[in-house]
């Protein structure tokens, strides 16, 4: 693992439909948490995934959210 923290955030919740990455409400997005490392965000990921698995239309997402907080990122890596 680099000495670099690289901050990623799993959310998830119901979508409004299969074809969209729509929340049917997003006042109701779980917010699962914030990971220093692409690793420990997959791990939360797949949890969250494999718990609500029966739910066609819940979905989890992973957030590069290093690459919101600094732009001039440049893609190496996850």
Avoid: C
């Avoid at 998830?12 to 917010?31: C, I, M, T, W, Y």
Wanted: net charge negative; aromatic share 8%; hydrophobic share 40%.
């Amino acid at each position: 693992m680099s000495d670099r923290q690289l901050l990623h955030l799993v959310i998830g919740g119901e979508l409004a439909d299969l074809q969209h990455n729509q929340f049917r409400d997003p006042s109701k997005v779980e917010f699962v948490g914030a990971y220093p490392d692409y690793d420990s965000a997959l791990k939360a990921w797949r949890a969250k995934a494999q718990a609500t698995v029966d739910n066609a239309l819940m979905r989890y997402f992973i957030i590069h959210a290093h690459k919101l907080l600094d732009p001039s990122e440049d893609g190496r890596g996850h």
